[in-house]
């Protein structure tokens, strides 16, 4: 069974950053394609960066302010966020996209003042 383990989440301040790191017990070399996901309050689960081995792409909400990266030999998945926003709160899951399998217990982002 894959097992996700999100982290480094926290209260930030807006305009603040943060980078959430995702280790996986999967060889994320083999993976096609993993993703960073968040669910804000009362809202459906979105995908907010993805990675291939040569590509990125990202949601046009985060486009500019998020950087989404892999380390194969850590099997762990990044995302480096800036320029926070309040409506970047929300729990943020990484998954290989689109997802498979249990979702981790995810990571939670506060922007707030």
């Known amino acids: 069974q894959v097992q996700l383990v999100e982290s480094g989440g926290g209260l930030v301040q807006p305009g603040g950053s943060l980078t959430l790191s995702c280790a996986t017990s999967?060889?994320?070399?083999?993976?096609?394609?993993m993703g960073w996901y968040r669910q804000a309050p009362g809202k459906e689960r979105e995908l907010v960066a993805s990675?291939?081995?040569?590509?990125?792409n990202y949601a046009d909400s985060v486009k500019g302010r998020f950087t989404i990266s892999k380390d194969n030999a850590k099997n762990t998945v990044y995302l480096q966020m800036n320029s926070l926003k309040p409506e970047d709160t929300a729990v943020y899951y990484c998954?290989?996209?689109?997802?498979?399998?249990?979702w981790g217990k995810g990571t939670l982002v506060t922007v707030s003042s």
């Open positions: 998954n290989t996209n689109p997802p498979f399998g249990a």
């Open positions: 999967i060889s994320i070399f083999s993976i096609n394609r």
């Open positions: 990675i291939t081995r040569s590509t990125t």
